[in-house]
């Protein structure tokens, strides 16, 4: 748990999956997965747009999911949507020493919460300071605790790819080259190929996937008598659960 504190106000923050409810985790999963797919601003429109630049030549269909996302986009920005800002809502414990529950986090529920921290001027930058911290260390106990959840290979291919990308780009600054140009291409291609757009609406979408995942997890969880309530287990104990049935499953093909 950790304490955000700003202009004479404080909020009391989950940050770790070790206390974090699993329901809590869900949420904030979720929301991240449709900010780092969509976005609500107009950093995420100019995301999308490139994608579809880069997608037009080489994966219609794939440009064509962007599209959709860029439009979703645009309604996040009208209906002033921010999946960002609920990503940072659900993780509150305490808002100036009053409990947030479960029953608050609907979807209006959200809405009144993130206006409330709008009218006591929290600044995005405190927000954004919290969910970077925050995903940093959540992603760091996975790996710690569950190494066979994460796929750690994976994403430090693709830091190493950016750092490259980074250090290219300030090349760029101090010589034109169009050498430096195409390994800069190169690299946004296969940054691309690993992190193709998602549909995330419909009964297909992940959104749905998602929150269906879930449910059948916590079915499973009750018939193995892992847990008889799931939803009231924080993430550490859900996942340590998962890996207690997985075990069990090895040894029975085993004999």
Same mark, same amino acid.
């Given at each position: %748990?950790?304490?955000?504190?700003?202009?004479?106000?404080?909020?009391?923050?989950?940050?770790?999956?070790?206390?974090?409810?699993?329901?809590?985790?869900?949420?904030?999963?979720?929301?991240?997965?449709?900010?780092?797919?969509?976005?609500?601003?107009?950093?995420?429109?100019?995301?999308?747009?490139?994608?579809?630049?880069?997608?037009?030549?080489?994966?219609?269909?794939?440009?064509?999911?962007?599209?959709?996302?860029?439009?979703?986009?645009?309604?996040?920005?009208?209906?002033?949507?921010?999946?960002?800002?609920?990503?940072?809502?659900?993780?509150?414990?305490?808002?100036?020493?009053?409990?947030?529950?479960?029953?608050?986090?609907?979807?209006?529920?959200?809405?009144? /919460? /993130?206006?409330?921290?709008?009218?006591?001027?929290?600044? %995005?930058?405190?927000?954004?300071?919290?969910?970077?911290?925050?995903?940093?260390?959540?992603?760091?106990?996975?790996?710690?605790?569950?190494?066979?959840?994460?796929?750690?290979?994976?994403?430090?291919?693709?830091?190493?790819?950016?750092?490259?990308?980074?250090?290219?780009?300030?090349?760029?600054?101090?010589?034109?080259?169009?050498? /430096?140009?195409?390994?800069?291409?190169?690299?946004?291609?296969?940054?691309?190929?690993?992190?193709?757009?998602?549909?995330?609406?419909?009964?297909?979408?992940?959104?749905?996937?998602?929150?269906?995942?879930?449910?059948?997890?916590?079915?499973?969880?009750?018939?193995?008598?892992?847990?008889?309530?799931?939803?009231?287990?924080?993430?550490?104990?859900?996942?340590?659960? /998962?890996?207690?049935?997985?075990?069990?499953?090895?040894?029975?093909?085993?004999?």
């Amino acid at each position: %748990m950790v304490k955000v504190k700003w202009k004479g106000h404080t909020l009391e923050m989950y940050d770790s999956i070790q206390e974090l409810p699993i329901t809590r985790y869900q949420m904030y999963n979720l929301n991240v997965l449709i900010d780092s797919g969509i976005g609500s601003d107009l950093a995420g429109t100019d995301t999308r747009c490139n994608n579809i630049r880069r997608l037009m030549t080489t994966d219609k269909e794939q440009a064509e999911q962007e599209i959709t996302n860029l439009q979703q986009n645009i309604r996040f920005i009208m209906s002033k949507t921010s999946p960002e800002l609920n990503s940072f809502a659900v993780m509150i414990k305490k808002i100036d020493g009053r409990e947030v529950n479960d029953s608050d986090l609907t979807d209006e529920g959200i809405k009144d /919460i /993130i206006e409330e921290l709008g009218q006591k001027r929290l600044l %995005m930058s405190v927000v954004r300071d919290f969910l970077f911290a925050t995903k940093k260390k959540i992603d760091f106990e996975f790996e710690t605790f569950f190494p066979g959840v994460t796929d750690s290979a994976m994403v430090k291919e693709l830091y190493t790819k950016l750092k490259q990308r980074t250090m290219l780009v300030l090349k760029s600054i101090r010589e034109t080259s169009a050498d /430096i140009e195409e390994q800069i291409r190169q690299i946004d291609e296969f940054i691309m190929s690993k992190m193709k757009p998602k549909n995330f609406h419909g009964s297909s979408g992940m959104e749905v996937t998602m929150v269906k995942g879930f449910e059948q997890t916590c079915v499973m969880l009750k018939q193995y008598n892992v847990a008889d309530n799931p939803k009231e287990m924080t993430t550490l104990s859900f996942y340590q659960a /998962i890996e207690v049935i997985r075990e069990q499953l090895k040894a029975r093909k085993k004999k």
